[in-house]
C-alpha cells in the first residue's frame, strides 16, 4: 500500500489542480485508514471537479462515514 501511496502522491505533484489524480490519492490514504489526510485530499478534489465528475464527493462521503463507523 506504501507503493501505491506514493504513486498517487508523485501523480499529484506532475497534476497538481487535477481532481482525479487528487481523487486516487484520497482514497488510497482512506484505504490505509488514514481519514483526516484523506478528508483534506478529497476536499480539494470536490473542489477542483467539473460538475460532471462527482467521483470525489462520492468518495469523500464514504470516508466520512467510515470516519464516523471508527469513531474518529
Same mark, same amino acid.
Given at each position: 500500500?506504501? /507503493?501505491?501511496?506514493? *504513486?498517487?502522491?508523485? @501523480? %499529484?505533484? $506532475? !497534476? =497538481? ?19 483526516? /489526510?484523506?478528508?483534506? *485530499?478529497?476536499?480539494? @478534489? %470536490?473542489? $477542483? !471537479? =467539473? ?22
Amino acid at each position: 500500500m506504501e /507503493e501505491s501511496l506514493e *504513486v498517487h502522491r508523485r @501523480a %499529484v505533484e $506532475l !497534476a =497538481p489542480d487535477s481532481p482525479e489524480m487528487l481523487n486516487n490519492l484520497g482514497w488510497t490514504l482512506a484505504l490505509m485508514e488514514r481519514y483526516d /489526510e484523506a478528508e483534506g *485530499v478529497l476536499g480539494k @478534489a %470536490v473542489g $477542483l !471537479a =467539473p460538475p460532471d465528475y462527482d467521483r470525489p464527493w462520492h468518495s469523500l462521503q464514504e470516508v466520512k462515514r467510515r470516519k464516523q463507523m471508527n469513531g474518529r
